[in-house]
């Protein structure tokens, strides 16, 4: 990213930061808020109430339904033709990542730059309606997010609740590793090498002390599709992800990964990961595995998408098509196999802000768009481990909601068209 870039960025963030500083000061009084609006969806049951409201005090809804009470002095914020729902959760996102070339993104700028990029990403996120995500790897930026999870958690920036990972961890030579520069130039991995048992436990215990929620993985890769059939290396065996799981759950932490196809899909279903993620192959048995043991698959088709529209040569972007279409057929098998599926959109390669796309193609690839929805907001709360916090408008839940024109389970491109958002009760768009 230029320079040039950052300077004009950085003026909009100390504006948005302004606002958000007043937003807050209305939080602090506590003042009731009604929402209203033609419809609200109930995302359990599917049932939309005509017309629908919402109570607001202080961060927490209060009461919800097709009407509520309106508390003498209470503001009211008609939201006209609309419909109400909870927030988006998007459980795959790099916010320290933008559109270029990934791996001269993370040598050429600094971690400070990065972490201004990342700040104004995570803006970008929630106006477009996601006020929860997960950041899976700051891709070389080491516990930079941290620091970004807590301003926004302070109310010093706008932005979703956080999960973060930290660095992720990697083998020597893995995934993330600079395999494709002059190893005498010892450009540095976009993960935390760990080769062996003993430095997993060592690299989860570093990131846990820099403030890690969870412990990300990159269990497979590289990944090739050659005369139509796809196939990828693994990083780590079974055992070794065992010893990183009970680990991090040492310190009440859990493990996803990066794992696109067999065997290390099964190893990490075996080892009792949280989610795997990509999802491209899954065997019958790790199918099996993970609807027993309700362990989350999250596809991220917008990811391959982009780079199959947007990557530089003819050759390369024909690889990533063909990457799409074969995922798209194993998604249809896992969801047949009763695979519990979240949804996140590995946001950041591609422009932050824009990753409502994953809905419309999880619809386009077979899941019925109230399942959809079920799968990024219930099922995403449980991945973030915000149960009974977020992802319905249900009473003592935090005050996360959207607008959107239309009706999502009709057509679940009105998420792209979000025109109003809350996060604990303040309003960042209106």
């Known amino acids: 990213m230029k320079k040039l870039r950052v300077f004009p960025a950085l003026i909009t963030l100390i504006l948005a930061c302004a606002l958000i500083s007043s937003a807050q000061s209305q939080t602090d009084s506590a003042h009731a808020i009604v929402l209203h609006a033609a419809r609200l969806l109930d995302i359990e049951s599917g049932r939309i109430s005509k017309p629908g409201e919402v109570l607001v005090q202080g961060e927490r809804i209060v009461e919800s339904g097709q009407k509520v009470a309106h508390p003498a002095g209470a503001e009211i914020i008609d939201l006209g033709d609309s419909t109400l729902l909870p927030g988006l959760i998007d459980a795959h996102v790099h916010l ?35 006020t929860a995500e997960r950041d899976m790897g700051t891709e070389g930026a080491g516990s930079a997010d941290t620091a970004v999870r807590n301003a926004i958690d302070q109310g010093l920036v706008p932005g979703p609740r956080l999960r973060i990972s930290g660095n992720a961890i990697d083998i020597l030579g893995g995934h993330e590793d600079a395999n494709r520069y ?29 403030g890690a929620d969870f412990i990300k993985i990159y269990e497979t890769g590289p990944d090739i599709v050659r005369d139509g059939r796809f196939s990828t290396t693994y990083q780590y065996t079974e055992a070794e ?12 932490k859990r493990v996803a990964v990066h794992a696109t196809g067999e065997p290390g899909t099964l190893y990490a279903a075996r080892a009792g990961v949280v989610s795997i993620d990509h999802a491209n192959q899954l065997s019958d048995e790790t199918m099996r595995l993970m609807r027993d043991k309700q362990i989350f698959a999250v596809p991220t088709f917008t990811i391959l998408e982009y780079f199959s529209e947007h990557n530089d040569s003819a050759e390369q972007r024909a690889h990533d ?26 946001v950041g390669p591609f422009p932050h802000g824009t990753q409502a796309r994953e809905f419309e193609l999880m619809v386009k690839y077979g899941m019925p768009p109230l ?44 998420l792209q068209k979000v025109s109003f958002v809350m996060k604990g009760g303040v309003v960042y768009r209106k």
């Open 321 to 346: 098509r063909q990457m799409l279409d074969l995922h798209a057929i194993e998604f249809r098998k896992q969801l047949a196999a009763g695979v519990p599926m979240a949804v996140g959109s590995d």
């Open 241 to 252: 992800l065992k010893a990183a799981i009970e680990e991090a759950a040492r310190s009440g």
């Open 371 to 414: 399942a959809t929805l079920q799968a990024d907001l219930l099922n995403g709360a449980k991945l973030l481990g915000w149960q009974g916090q977020i992802g319905e408008l249900k009473p003592g839940y935090f005050a996360d909601v959207i607008a959107v024109p239309g009706d999502p389970i009709q057509d679940i491109t009105v």
């Open 96 to 130: 320290f990542l933008h559109p270029g070339a990934e791996d001269l993104q993370t040598v050429e700028e600094s971690v400070p730059q990065r972490t201004i990029v990342a700040t104004l990403a995570a803006r970008a996120d929630l106006m477009a309606g996601f």
């Open 182 to 210: 002059n190893p005498a130039q010892h450009v540095l991995s976009n993960a935390t090498y760990a080769n062996n048992p003993a430095e997993l436990v060592t690299a989860i215990r570093e990131q846990v002390k820099e």
